[in-house]
Structure formats: C-alpha cells, structure tokens
C-alpha cells in the first residue's frame, strides 16, 4: 500500500502543478493583453510607428540586410534569422504608440544579437531543427509509451528525452528575450522615442511579454516531472 499511496501522493502534487501553471499562464496573459491595450493608448514621441522604430534601429546598428514586414494577426511579432525578416502585426507596424513601439524595439533586438551571434541566440538557432523534429513526435511517442509503460518502458524513456528537449529550448529562450528586451529599452531611451514618463510603460510592456516565456518554461519543466515520475512509478 505504501508504493501506491507515494504514488498517488506524487501525482496529486503535479496535478496542482498543473492547475497552479495553468492558472498563473492564464493571469500572466490577461495581464499582458491589459497592458498592451493600455500602453497603446499612449503616443510615442515624434509620433514614430512601429515600422518607423524598427528601420531606425536596425540602421542605427549598421544593419542594413534586414527586412521590417507587416504580418496578419495580433502578438505575432516575431524575427526570423533564416530570412532576416523582423515580422511585425499590424497593430504594432502601423501603431505609433508606446507598446507599439517596444515591440519593434525587441524584435530588432533579436536582429541585435543574429549580427552580433549573441551565445544564447546561437546555441537556440542551432537547436531548432533537432526541437522541429522533438515537437512532431513527442506526444505520439509518450502516449504509446504512458500505455505500454510496465511492458516497453524504453518506449517511454524515449518520450522523455524528446520532451526534455523541448523543455531545454523553452529555458534557452529566456535569455534570449530578457536580452532582446533590454537592448530595445536601451534604444528606446537612448534615442528618446520613449520620454521619461513614457519609458516605464515600454518596460512594463516587455516585462509582461516577459513574465509568458517564463511560465511557459516552468509549465514545461512541471509536465516533464510528471512524466518522470510516471516512468520511475512503473517499478512499484
């Protein structure tokens, strides 16, 4: 009895893992909506655009082989290395305000670091065809090796590892954005698009953007404990 009650012991605690992350994802969100619709009611200095932001960056840094493109949707801002695209929404390309703004900033942050081969970028870059490939099979391979876990427990294992991996990319990621972030604060003072009262907004936008990665990693890390524990329960 003692095995079985450890074990179900175990288990309640990563289900209130789960409920905890689930929850605190879904504050962290409301709260990143919350401030971004706020903050984009407040109008940059000079009346910059996103777009305006993100070309100013770049050339100020000598980077001049990088495109600034609007995309379709909303928070799907991003920087593509491969093609050396900083992809902006629409709301963040054409809006001339403050989270507007901080957004460009940051992603021109990514653009930073691929000129200069920031390590943590590096070492992210080069794990994403191995995490492409972890992300398409994971699920697959632990559902079948959660079934066949007393009789092929390697099935499982393997699962694992896969996940794992996929977890040490959502904690590699941290530094990539909390860098990226603070060289967009950097420039954005550095060159006034931000005013003194306007800047702690820009920084409470990214903190926000911020706080998404962060969970993601610890919800990550809470469902591959689990799974741990679910390999080392089958000796019971």
């Given at each position: 009895?003692e095995?079985?009650?450890?074990?179900?012991?175990?288990?309640?605690?990563?289900?209130?893992?789960f409920?905890?992350?689930?929850?605190?994802?879904?504050?962290?969100?409301?709260?990143?909506?919350?401030?971004?619709?706020?903050?984009?009611?407040?109008?940059t200095e000079?009346?910059m655009?996103g777009?305006?932001?993100?070309?100013?960056?770049?050339?100020?840094?000598?980077?001049y082989d990088?495109?600034?493109?609007?995309v379709?949707?909303?928070?799907?801002?991003?920087?593509?290395?491969?093609?050396?695209?900083?992809?902006?929404?629409?709301?963040?390309?054409?809006?001339?305000?403050?989270?507007?703004?901080?957004?460009a900033?940051?992603?021109?942050?990514?653009?930073v670091?691929?000129?200069?081969?920031?390590?943590?970028?590096?070492m992210?870059?080069?794990?994403?065809?191995?995490?492409?490939?972890?992300?398409?099979?994971?699920?697959?391979?632990i559902?079948?090796?959660?079934?066949?876990?007393?009789?092929?427990?390697?099935?499982?294992?393997?699962?694992?590892?896969?996940?794992?991996?996929?977890?040490?990319?959502?904690?590699?990621?941290?530094?990539?954005?909390i860098?990226?972030?603070?060289?967009?604060?950097?420039?954005l003072?550095?060159?006034?698009?931000?005013?003194?009262?306007?800047?702690?907004k820009?920084?409470?936008?990214?903190?926000?953007?911020?706080?998404?990665?962060i969970?993601a990693?610890?919800?990550?890390?809470?469902?591959?404990l689990?799974?741990?524990?679910?390999?080392?329960?089958?000796?019971?």
């Amino acid at each position: 009895m003692e095995p079985e009650m450890g074990m179900m012991n175990g288990t309640m605690i990563y289900w209130v893992i789960f409920i905890g992350t689930a929850l605190l994802s879904w504050l962290v969100s409301a709260n990143l909506k919350r401030k971004f619709a706020t903050y984009s009611k407040i109008p940059t200095e000079g009346g910059m655009t996103g777009r305006d932001v993100a070309e100013k960056m770049l050339h100020d840094q000598d980077i001049y082989d990088v495109k600034v493109q609007c995309v379709e949707g909303q928070l799907t801002d991003h920087y593509n290395p491969q093609t050396k695209i900083v992809n902006l929404s629409r709301g963040v390309y054409e809006g001339a305000n403050v989270a507007a703004a901080a957004v460009a900033a940051h992603e021109c942050g990514h653009a930073v670091q691929h000129q200069t081969a920031y390590s943590w970028l590096t070492m992210r870059s080069k794990l994403v065809p191995v995490v492409s490939f972890a992300s398409k099979w994971v699920m697959w391979v632990i559902l079948a090796g959660m079934f066949l876990v007393n009789t092929f427990p390697g099935l499982l294992l393997a699962g694992i590892v896969l996940f794992a991996i996929t977890t040490l990319f959502s904690f590699i990621t941290l530094p990539v954005e909390i860098n990226a972030s603070k060289r967009a604060l950097v420039w954005l003072e550095a060159h006034s698009v931000t005013s003194r009262s306007t800047h702690d907004k820009a920084e409470g936008a990214l903190k926000a953007a911020a706080y998404t990665y962060i969970v993601a990693a610890l919800s990550s890390l809470a469902t591959l404990l689990y799974y741990i524990a679910i390999y080392l329960g089958r000796r019971d």
